[in-house]
T-cell receptor, first 111, second 112 residues
Framework: TQLLEQSPQFLSIQEGENLTVYCNSSSVFSSLQWYRQEPGEGPVLLVTVVTGGEVKKLKRLTFQFGDARKDSSLHITAAQPGDTGLYLC???????????FGPGTRLSVLP | SAVISQKPSRDICQRGTSLTIQCQVDSQVTMMFWYRQQPGQSLTLIAT?????????ESGFVIDKFPISRPNLTFSTLTVSNMSPEDSSIYLCSVRAASGYTFGSGTRLTVV
């Protein structure tokens, strides 16, 4: 079973600060996704990365897929209270069938 | 991307009873997925529901406890049977497109 670890587990920062959260595994994934889940809602897809070393930007969010496709990071610049939520990474196995979700990083951005 | 309507959004149930959760998708999809998210934890896949065949359950989940129906390509139900407090969780249905998963808003179940 491919496992994903995320760090930190919890993060509380002030509005305007920058932050990076990490998603790591000992396994290689064909693709990796990041989701944000707000209270009372289901996770919402933010991005999919498929190429080792790939960097994608979504406004103030920068996603990077590791060269070996075993890890990924999410960097948020000038965090805002609206960024508060649970950030989940999900890796797709090399057979292209199943996704496994990491435990998530719970982010709180204080005004 | 697909839009999923899931209901109920929350419920409080007595132990020993059953609850059926419904998911309606605004487009036809081959597979629908049911996940459980226990308090403070990530998503665990319960089963994959295909139209016209029995659902495929993941290790640790059985049909008697979590029966699933998939009568057509836009609808599925998950029943949590003979509930105990350990079943208190958020239950989510989802569909998968090439870009990723779309989730329903979840059902927050509390068993007392």
């Amino acid at each position: 079973t491919q496992l994903l670890e995320q760090s930190p587990q919890f993060l509380s920062i002030q509005e305007g600060e920058n932050l990076t959260v990490y998603c790591n595994s000992s396994s290689v994934f064909s693709s990796l996704q990041w989701y944000r889940q707000e209270p009372g809602e289901g996770p919402v897809l933010l991005v999919t990365v498929v190429t080792g070393g790939e960097v994608k930007k979504l406004k103030r969010l920068t996603f990077q897929f590791g060269d070996a496709r075993k890890d990924s990071s999410l960097h948020i610049t000038a965090a805002q209270p609206g960024d508060t939520g649970l950030y989940l990474c999900a890796g797709q196995d090399n057979y292209g069938q199943n996704f496994v979700f990491g435990p998530g990083t719970r982010l709180s951005v204080l005004p | 991307s697909a839009v999923i309507s899931q209901k109920p959004s929350r419920d409080i149930c007595q132990r020993g009873t059953s609850l059926t959760i419904q998911c309606q998708v605004d487009s036809q999809v081959t597979m629908m997925f049911w996940y459980r998210q226990q308090p403070g934890q990530s998503l665990t896949l319960i089963a994959t529901a295909n139209q016209g065949s029995e659902a495929t359950y993941e290790s640790g989940f059985v049909i008697d406890k979590f029966p699933i129906s998939r009568p057509n390509l836009t609808f599925s139900t998950l029943t949590v049977s003979n509930m105990s407090p350990e079943d208190s969780s958020i239950y989510l249905c989802s569909v998968r497109a090439a870009s990723g998963y779309t989730f329903g808003s979840g059902t927050r179940l509390t068993v007392v």
